[in-house]
């Protein structure tokens, strides 16, 4: 198989987006999504974001997640975060993950994320691909099709610079 050829400012385009999120806490809920009653604080939960390859080592990127106790129905329930319901690692890299799958194979997609310094197995492309995640906005910059979500961090990365 030959290897997945990725232009360097987009690499660094993705790796600095999902490096600006590192950190951050999500803390922002108004009320109980269950039966709408009034909330109080809970705790925090860190939660992974990604696994950024680095010199060929993985570094994982974790956020902070406050978790509030709903005074109504007494359901513990999570702020509002940028994570899909059921899934184990940020929207932005579902959202690269599905985008890519939907033009190369689960495999491919994997070797494509690997190249971009991203640590996905082919398994979970596989099973994010199966799964409907609703429509997902995209654009294209460097000939490839990117998801807007992974634009907008990186935006955000570099107007934090």
């Known amino acids: 198989m030959r290897p997945v050829r990725v232009p360097p400012m987009l690499q660094t385009l993705v790796q600095a987006g ?6 951050k806490e999500f803390t922002m809920l108004d009320a109980c999504p269950h039966c709408g009653g009034e909330i ?3 705790d925090r939960k860190r939660r992974k974001f990604v696994t ?8 994982d990127i974790h956020v902070s997640v406050r978790r509030f106790q709903c005074l109504g129905c007494g359901a513990v329930v999570a702020a509002r975060a940028p994570f899909y319901p059921g899934t184990r690692i940020g ?6 993950c ?12 994997a070797s494509y994320l690997r190249a971009l310094g991203i640590a996905v197995d082919r398994g979970t492309v596989r099973n994010l691909k199966e799964r409907d995640f609703g429509e997902i906005p995209t654009t294209e910059m460097f000939g490839t099709v990117l998801p807007q979500s992974v634009v907008s961090l990186s935006l955000v990365a570099f107007r934090n610079l």
């Open 52 to 59: 950024l390859i680095e010199d060929g080592s993985g570094r």
């Open 91 to 96: 929207s932005p890299v579902v959202d690269l």
């Open 40 to 42: 109080t604080g809970y």
């Open 18 to 23: 999902f490096s600006a999120v590192e950190g």
């Open 98 to 109: 599905v985008v890519l799958s939907r033009s190369l194979t689960p495999g491919r997609t």
